[in-house]
Antibody, heavy 122, light 106 residues
């Protein structure tokens, strides 16, 4: 059973960089067929896709966040990470890491982390 | 970006009711459409992928249909644990986008 767990500071000051790590267990991150993904959900709101990384290191980001986002992968630790720079209060949200499975005709998120609330405040 | 619009935004129903939630895409997404269920304080849970494929271990009272721009999620006989918020998501292109959610209330 694959499990994902987010970790990182729950409080970040405005203008600083938000950094989160997702640790994957029960399966190797260093295999094809999956996109390792970050989402966020503002309090009481819907879901927003931040971007994903493939095991090879190739990335795809939401254009609305692209200038501030970096997703990286450490296959030796079975982890992938999110960095979001120049944060403001509008970046306060629950952040989820997840695995998107894909084949030729289907892409879907089958495993999610439990989510971690990150608050941007001085 | 592909815009996803769900209706209704909220829905009141009773146990054993049959309910249908609709999702419309701003352009064709073929059958690259997924449905998720989310309860308060929890991560979303995949119910349906590829418009109509039931995810493993999900109850058969959930079903999905549609293609192109119009999709539906049907719950055949509501159970107490089904009262939650439901989201559609297109996986046809990036950025992946979600509907605004449908809150199903007792």
């Amino acid at each position: 059973q694959v499990q994902l767990q987010e970790s990182g500071p729950g409080l970040v000051k405005p203008s600083q960089t938000l950094s989160l790590t997702c640790t994957v267990s029960g399966g190797s991150i260093n295999s094809g067929g999956y996109y390792w993904t970050w989402f966020r959900q503002h309090p009481g709101k819907g879901l927003e896709w931040i971007g994903y990384i493939y095991y090879s290191g190739s990335t795809n980001y939401n254009p609305s966040l692209k200038s501030r986002v970096t997703i990286s992968i450490d296959t030796s630790k079975n982890q992938f990470s999110l960095r979001l720079s120049s944060v403001t209060a509008a970046d306060t949200a629950v952040y989820y890491c997840a695995r998107e499975d894909y084949d030729a005709s289907d892409y879907y998120v089958d495993y999610w982390g439990q989510g971690t609330l990150v608050t941007v405040s001085s | 970006d592909i815009q996803m619009t769900q209706s209704p935004s909220s829905l009141s129903a009773s146990v054993r009711d049959r309910v249908t939630i609709t999702c419309r895409a701003s352009q064709s997404v073929s059958r690259f459409l997924n449905w998720y269920q989310q309860t308060p304080g929890k991560a979303p849970k995949l119910l349906i992928h590829a418009a109509s494929s039931l995810q493993s271990a999900v109850s058969s009272r959930f079903s999905g249909s549609g293609s192109g721009t119009d999709f539906t999620l049907t719950i055949s006989s509501l159970q107490p644990e089904d009262f939650a918020t439901y989201y559609c998501q297109q996986s046809y292109s990036t950025p992946r986008t979600f509907g605004q959610g449908t809150k199903l209330e007792i």
